[in-house]
T-cell receptor, first 112, second 114 residues
């Protein structure tokens, strides 16, 4: 079945450590997105990529980094510069023309 | 900067009530507006709206877009406890720096009591 796989589902890290969240899709979608969601709130865009080897900052990119070396993969690194990294992270992808979006099941990151 | 604002931020009703959720937007180049329902993890798709004045319906849910006034509403009639969720509105940019960018509002938390 086609879809987006995010891993791990739950992640615990100590303050000051970098951590990388995985997002893989087998939908052959060109565009991929990373969102952050805090409790009871909407989704805020961190980074997005419309094509391999290219990506743009979203609204809250500070303290995060991404890469897009393969069409299928869009990993997100939460760096130690991110002041409040504990949140729910969602990855999404969209088809050509941006008429359909598919979401992964998310990664809940807790920094202690 | 693209902006999507939803209201109210939270809403508590009883089963059988009808609710209207609002979404206003400012997008440099508008392509479409999407509504999602989020219960626990990934948002699930409800509607995509691209044209003004054409109502989309799915069971007890309906939605309409006004591109002149830059807003959309989502109506839920005869609410049920299973409608309790966060309802998210998002817009897709069509060109320039907004091309392909999916921007979400803050969401409306709907709670339906028995």
């Amino acid at each position: 079945d086609g879809g987006i796989t995010q891993s791990p589902k739950y992640l615990f890290r100590k303050e000051g450590q970098n951590v990388t969240l995985s997002c893989e899709q087998n939908l052959n979608h060109d565009a991929m997105y990373w969102y952050r969601q805090d409790p009871g709130q909407g989704l805020r865009l961190i980074y997005y990529s419309q094509i391999v080897n290219d990506f743009q900052k979203g609204d809250i990119a500070e303290g995060y980094s991404v890469s897009r070396e393969k069409k299928e993969s869009f990993p997100l690194t939460v760096t130690s510069a991110q002041k409040n990294p504990t949140a729910f992270y969602l990855c999404a992808s969209s088809n050509e023309g941006f008429y359909g979006y598919t979401f992964g099941s998310g990664t809940r990151l807790t920094v202690v | 900067e693209d902006k999507v604002v939803q209201s109210p931020l939270s809403l508590v009703v009883h089963e059988g009530d009808t609710v209207t959720l609002n979404c206003s937007y400012e997008v440099t180049n508008f392509r479409s507006l999407l509504w999602y329902k989020q219960e626990k993890k990934a948002p699930t798709f409800l509607f995509m709206l691209t044209s003004s004045g054409i109502e989309k319906k799915s069971g007890r849910l309906s939605s309409i877009l006004d591109k002149k006034e830059l807003f959309s509403i989502l109506n839920i009639t005869a609410t049920q406890t299973g409608d309790s969720a966060i309802y998210l509105c998002a817009v897709v940019g069509a060109g320039g720096t907004s091309y392909g960018k999916l921007t979400f509002g803050q969401g409306t938390i709907l709670t339906v009591h028995p």
